[in-house]
């Protein structure tokens, strides 16, 4: 889901940095919320960066013949809320994009929006749906997780196809072939992110119980029976 | 002990999820190429003449360099997950250790302290059963 240093005209790349600025905002200010409520929280939220920092560092390969990454920010998602994934996927890309020439900072913006904004919302809001229609916790976990990680991959084909129309086909012809490079890839992957997610709730749940309660999203669900 | 197979049979899975794709698919030239890769080619081809407008400030000299830096990266990362995992179950079982006696012959006895002070673990966030 990296999209090169240079690879978004200047506007788009402007755009999505505007776009994605007022959730950093939200996501440092939820932060410091959460930690302040219970500063044992650190921990926690150190598990949830870690997680996402092997995961997105792992280049795995996928039945398409080409490999990719998973993102590993369902799991934050899952304990501290969407905002929360925002400041820690910045830290991630930063890493990346200064480091490994893995992305960029003109692109920053746009990565940032796919992986730590819209990932992380169309996590908590499965997540949620999928408990409120009775889904069994583990199940629920893996859906949130799985599809989440996916979203993400089809939101930078949406934004490269923005950026490149198909001369022909225009938008929609455009994003048909980015979506085809990147979801499909990205399948086994998001299968893979969600069976990990699930392997480390699990874990959490096993040994954290305690902690586990007393997070807000947590309430009343830690308990329910898998 | 449940949960114990469980996390196996998770682990597994994600292995062979990731072993089938080496096994299946024929090596060709372009061989798992990253699909950020390929995405950059299909740039290429919707706006051949697109030149990008901007650089990456450090590029890691050579693929090696590259890996080094993505395996630092990971390795950060399972160090801490390492550290918490190792600390986490520590913790649960001096809990356990500490509340089975303390609940069978003397309730009153501070037994998680008595437990602290055999471990590491110094941090606030120790034993509070209940």
Known sequence: MHIMEGFLPAPHALAWTIAASPFVAGGLYALRRTLQAAPERRMLLGVAAAFAFVLSALKLPSLTGSSSHPT???????????????????????????????????????????????????????????RGVGVPFS?????AASLGNLATYVTTAGQLALAFPDPLGGVTAAFAKFVTIFALTQIPLALSEGLLTVLVVNTLRRLNADELRNLPLWRGLAEAKP | MIGCVRSFLLGGAVLLLGALPLWVIEPGEAAFQGSDQQAQAEISRLAPDYQPWAKPLFTPPGSEIESLLFALQAALGAGLLGYWLGRATARAEFRKAASVPSAAVCPTVDHPAGAKSVGRDTTQESPHVD
Request: glycine share 16%; with cysteine; charged share 0%.
């Open chain 1, 72 to 130: 590993g920010v369902g799991l934050g998602t899952l304990l501290f809320g969407p905002l929360a994934m925002v400041p820690v996927g910045l830290v991630v890309l930063l890493f990346q994009a200064l480091l490994l020439a893995h992305g960029g900072l003109t692109t920053l913006g746009a990565n940032l929006f796919s992986l730590a904004v819209v990932g992380p919302l169309v996590c908590h809001v499965l997540f949620r749906a999928a």
């Open chain 1, 139 to 143: 199940g629920a976990v893996f859906v």
